[in-house]
């Protein structure tokens, strides 16, 4: 039987429907909006599209959305002074710095432009006092992706507590935020990664498995148990025809996607475990409008936590 889909659009939906009128009471209240200020250094494709939806989310569920572009050849002392702008700017409750940085802002430029985002205005909830009060299990701004991904399993009344998940991916933007937001869930949490030794023995012991690895299809029906929620997490552009045609049968509807755009997405799990998982999120359409949403429901909160 195929598994059941996780609709990630449409709870996505639902959950931006609730957050306006909270973002309408903060504005009634404090005589502005909520205010996300997001940083994009460089032009990649992807991160354009990423920050786009991020911002048009936002807006549109009535905060104030602010994007801070910096060139391919900015600095990272640039990058690091637009990020104290954004600190001190009473309007803006929320800082998102789109990653990747450009490379030649050097190695370790991300981690210190995280850094230097005030905890208070983490959205992305990647700032080391952040991850600290997650472990702690009483931060206010957790990483929007893992979040996201409770969230649909709550509201798709997947029971968590005394079940086991297992995580592949040990990232310290998903897997590890994830894995400790399915323990403060009371699951029996496994985590795994490029290093685990039989992996799809592990993972056929989850009744809820997480895929965050960035490899196409590499989750077979192999690692699932028959009536597994999977949660992928996995989001990888597919360009050759070979390629598509190694995930995806002829006339399939990804098939003729193909044809027309020359490129589709595909996650960490291979579509044939539809036919093993008892529920499963597509890709597209499943994590990451969550992802979006909880960028937005993040603002929310630290405009709320700010303003007290
Ligand atoms: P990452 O590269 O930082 O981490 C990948 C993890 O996978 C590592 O911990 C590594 O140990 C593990 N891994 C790699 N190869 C493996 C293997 N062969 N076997 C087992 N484990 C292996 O990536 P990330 O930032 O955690 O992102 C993971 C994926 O999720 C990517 O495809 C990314 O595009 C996607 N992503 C999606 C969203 C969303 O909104 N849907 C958000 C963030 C990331």
């Known amino acids: 039987m195929a598994a059941r889909r996780l609709d990630g659009t449409a709870v996505a939906a639902r959950i931006r429907e609730e957050l306006a009128p909270k973002a309408a009471a903060f504005a009634a209240r404090h005589g502005r909006p909520p205010g996300l200020g997001v940083v994009l250094a460089g032009s990649s494709a992807a991160s354009e599209i990423y920050v786009r939806n991020k911002l048009k989310t936002v807006a549109e569920a009535g905060c104030k959305a602010?994007?801070?572009?910096?060139?391919?050849?900015?600095?990272?002392?640039?990058?690091?002074?637009?990020?104290?702008?954004?600190?001190?700017?009473?309007?803006?409750?929320?800082?998102?710095?789109?990653?990747?940085?450009?490379?030649?802002?050097?190695?370790?430029?991300?981690?210190?432009?995280?850094?230097?985002?005030?905890?208070?205005?983490?959205?992305?909830?990647?700032?080391?006092?952040?991850?600290?009060?997650?472990?702690?299990?009483?931060?206010?701004?957790?990483?929007?992706?893992?979040?996201?991904?409770?969230?649909?399993?709550?509201r798709e009344a997947i029971p968590i507590a005394g079940r086991h998940a297992v995580v592949i991916g040990r990232s310290d933007i998903v897997g590890k935020p994830m894995a400790l937001l399915l323990l403060h869930r009371d699951a029996t949490v496994t985590i795994c990664h490029s290093r685990t030794t039989d992996l799809p023995a592990m993972a056929r012991q989850a009744d809820i498995l997480v895929?965050?690895?960035?490899?196409?299809?590499?989750?077979?029906?192999?690692?699932?148990?028959?009536?597994?929620?999977?949660?992928?997490?996995?989001?990888?552009?597919?360009?050759?025809?070979?390629?598509?045609?190694?995930?995806f049968a002829e006339g399939s509807a990804k098939r003729r996607q193909f044809a027309e755009k020359g490129s589709v997405l595909?996650?960490?799990?291979?579509?044939?475990?539809?036919?093993?998982?008892?529920?499963?999120?597509?890709?597209?359409?499943?994590?990451?409008?969550?992802?979006?949403?909880?960028?937005?429901?993040?603002?929310?909160?630290?405009?709320?936590?700010?303003?007290?």
């Open 66 to 154: 602010a994007l801070f572009r910096l060139d391919e050849s900015a600095s990272l002392d640039e990058a690091l002074a637009t990020v104290r702008s954004l600190n001190a700017d009473d309007t803006i409750d929320g800082i998102l710095v789109q990653s990747p940085l450009p490379a030649g802002m050097g190695k370790g430029a991300e981690q210190q432009v995280f850094d230097a985002v005030d905890p208070a205005k983490d959205v992305d909830g990647f700032h080391a006092i952040n991850a600290g009060l997650l472990v702690q299990k009483r931060a206010t701004l957790v990483a929007c992706t893992p979040l996201g991904c409770i969230e649909l399993l709550e």
């Open 211 to 247: 895929a965050a690895i960035g490899r196409p299809g590499f989750v077979t029906k192999a690692f699932v148990k028959p009536g597994a929620t999977v949660i992928d997490v996995g989001i990888n552009r597919l360009d050759t025809a070979d390629d598509v045609a190694r995930f």
């Open 266 to 308: 595909i996650g960490d799990v291979h579509p044939e475990v539809e036919e093993v998982a008892g529920a499963l999120t597509p890709v597209p359409g499943g994590v990451g409008p969550l992802t979006i949403a909880m960028v937005l429901r993040n603002t929310i909160a630290a405009a709320e936590a700010r303003a007290q």
